[in-house]
């Protein structure tokens, strides 16, 4: 008598295209996780707009692309001036996430840029 054949189970994908919360278009953001760098971004193909977070071997892009919508509802109750002025705001993470404002015009001026730390540059000697 043969044995069974033990049924084979199908992988389960997650999604790394999601619908835009400004311009409402499905599969239009892409996510790109850079975990050499530790980022992760998210970029909609039509309207341009953008987010970047810091991440680590446990992330995935649902995990970006929720933290994106979880920091838009809190631009939206006004709330990201009180993020980013308790560093911790009690959750232990970086809240160095960049929520970018694809309305209004941009200025590049680079003069109005703060001076640059030297985080990621090598110390001569090293």
Not at 93 to 100: N, R
Request: glycine share 8%; with cysteine.
């Amino acid at each position: 008598m043969a044995k069974a054949k033990a049924p084979t189970r199908k992988k389960q994908t997650l999604a790394r295209r999601f619908k835009c919360p400004f311009c409402a278009n499905d599969d239009v953001v892409e996510c790109k996780m850079d975990l050499g760098k530790g980022v992760g971004s998210l970029a909609c193909r039509i309207c341009s707009a953008s987010y970047q977070m810091p991440i680590h071997h446990l992330h995935e892009a649902i995990d970006v692309f929720s933290e994106w919508l979880d920091d838009c509802e809190a631009a939206e109750r006004g709330e990201v001036a009180a993020a980013s002025a308790h560093p911790n705001n009690g959750r232990g993470e970086d809240m160095s996430k960049a929520v970018h404002d694809t309305g209004g015009e941009y200025d590049d001026d680079e003069e109005s840029l703060p001076e640059a730390s030297g985080l990621g540059q090598k110390r001569p000697g090293t």
